[in-house]
């Protein structure tokens, strides 16, 4: 083992430590019933960590190019993370999916295995949700002194969540009904402090601003972007998709406007599933299938990853995969909500392509297991490189209709419908949202006025497909309004990954070979879009 990957292994340890709610997340061991202190001590101990090992790394010797490469993967993720403390984007913050409220429920989740649940565990992290949020709130009212709260919309969305919390702990064993009621009041009582005491002082303004999102987005794709750039990109890729979903609603039903197509398979019984077990069963089918068609053929799966679990959760959290836990305890799981008691199915391949194989299943599953040739921050880090994990699920979703594997015209819709046009308007309403651009003239959307968070629903309804209508709407805008510079991540890391595909075909020309880059690229493990570009570029001659 090199100094680097000592270090880096080292760091993994005392940052599951420190933070036992990522590391739920990252699937690292040994922290199982443990959470996050979230006060403000465990915030500037976390800061501190990141500090003194960034101090150590930069007096690290490296030697090979794998040890060049370890190091700038950690040394990217520490440099950004610092630079976000110094802002003042960290302790204070709330948003609708992956601040304090929403990650104390995932690590509750995450050991609700059913008659697999390790009891001590559960009852161990239930019991420690009173003092996790007595921290949180604590950190909360320091930021609120400082005059660092988040958006009123951020902070009335985390007061509903917590509720919400409240009644699925309900829901839990009778076993753990001690820790369950007293874990429950204390999230009520916290709702009720996030309505009546820090709504009122939390600003009404959305938008982050140019300043913050460029550090966002550069925390989220491990790249410095150009935004204004990326806007007009994300409206000329959004025109292209739309054009490949008419051509494909011509072919299910010619003559239609694309509106009548999707309303026509929202309404076909044979795209219609009922109930939770019947819509487990159909996305179990279609993972199974995946994995067991690209095994060997355009993929090398390992046997622990051919087994994937697929999750209907009681209430709608989206949809989200969780790679398998470091000692292999815990499957590679993918959650994915019922929008409705009888939901339509026709976009649920993509989605499965995008979450298991060959997506964040194939993607994460290999890093977990790939101790051959990555560290453990390597290895467990995926969760912290959206732009590299987003990008190859967007990327899997595309490929896959390469391979043919959208037998049904519905299905191509699906994709298109469900995924790619989404994406794509989630880069030109979270860039235009945050930097307050105007809409460009000729685009046929109020031509020349100024994005606002009523615009952007409009928007994002007229263009999530199967994935529902207002109301999901109104949950994407509020995602990106909370989370500058995620959505993005999505179409600008598939771009990303594209350009790296075809660089390598243009360099290597009847040399390459598909099933090489892939596992090549794979074997990278996480890392930034810039890094993941440049290292490519170097191995792919």
């Excluded at 660092?148 to 985390?158: D, E, G, H, L, T």
């Excluded at 709407?473 to 959505?487: I, K, M, S, T």
Aim: glycine share 10%.
């Amino acid at each position: 083992m090199s100094d680097v990957d000592a270090l880096s292994d080292r760091y993994v340890g005392e940052f599951a430590a420190a933070d036992p709610c990522a590391a739920a997340m990252m699937g690292i061991a040994g922290h199982d019933g443990e959470l996050t202190d979230y006060g403000p001590e465990g915030f500037s101990a976390r800061h501190e960590l990141a500090e003194r090992t960034l101090a150590e790394l930069n007096t690290t010797p490296v030697h090979t190019d794998a040890q060049r490469r370890a190091a700038a993967v950690l040394r990217d993720r520490l440099e950004i993370d610092l630079a976000r403390f110094a802002a003042g984007y960290v302790d204070a913050d709330l948003n609708t999916i992956t601040s304090p409220p929403q990650l104390l429920r995932q690590a509750i989740e995450v050991l609700d295995q059913g008659e697999r649940t390790v009891v001590a565990d559960m009852r161990s992290r239930l019991a420690g949700i009173p003092q996790a949020l007595s921290g949180l709130r604590a950190s909360l009212e320091r930021g609120r002194q400082q005059g660092r709260v988040s958006a009123v919309r951020q902070v009335v969305n985390c007061a509903r969540q917590s509720k919400e919390f409240a009644d699925y702990l309900g829901t839990l064993p009778s076993t753990y009904r001690a820790e369950t009621e007293r874990a429950g009041v204390a999230l009520v009582e916290f709702a009720s402090y996030l309505a009546d005491d820090l709504a009122p002082n939390a600003p009404r303004r959305d938008a982050v601003g140019r300043e913050r999102y460029a550090l966002e987005a550069r925390n989220h794709l491990g790249s410095k972007v150009d935004l204004l750039e990326t806007y007009e990109w994300g409206w000329q890729e959004l025109a292209r998709l739309e054009a490949e979903m008419r051509t494909v609603g011509a072919e299910i039903l010619p003559g239609e406007p694309l509106p009548a197509v999707l309303a026509a398979l929202d309404a076909d019984p044979a795209h219609r599933v009922r109930g939770a077990e019947q819509f487990r069963g159909r996305i179990q089918e279609l993972a199974d299938k995946a994995i067991a068609d690209l095994d060997g053929t355009h993929f090398d799966i390992p046997e622990p990853l051919r087994r994937l679990d697929c999750r209907v959760p009681a209430t709608n959290t989206g949809v989200y995969y969780l790679a398998p836990a470091e000692d292999l305890s815990r499957p590679g799981t993918v959650w994915y909500s019922m929008t409705s008691d009888e939901p339509a199915t026709w976009s649920v391949p993509s989605v499965m392509f995008h979450e298991g194989a060959p997506g964040h299943h194939l993607q994460l599953g290999l890093n977990v297991l790939n101790t051959r040739t990555l560290n453990r921050f390597q290895r467990l880090s995926a969760e912290l490189h959206p732009g590299h994990g987003e990008g190859w699920g967007l990327y899997a979703e595309k490929l896959m209709d390469e391979l043919g594997y959208y037998e049904l015209p519905a299905y191509r819709m699906g994709m298109f419908a469900g995924g790619q046009q989404l994406r794509a308007a989630r880069v030109v309403v979270d860039i235009g949202l945050h930097l307050e651009l105007p809409i460009p003239a000729g685009v046929g959307f109020h031509d020349g006025a100024v994005w606002t968070p009523e615009l952007a629903v409009e928007f994002v309804a007229a263009r999530s497909g199967a994935m529902g209508g207002i109301e999901f709407a109104r949950f994407e805008v509020d995602r990106y309004l909370g989370l500058p510079g995620q959505a993005i991540a999505y179409k600008v890391g598939e771009r990303a990954w594209l350009a790296a595909r075809a660089d390598a075909r243009a360099r290597q020309g009847s040399r390459f070979d598909l099933r090489t880059f892939h596992s090549t690229a794979l074997d990278l493990g996480p890392m930034g879009l810039d890094l993941l570009t440049s290292e490519l570029a170097g191995l792919l001659t």
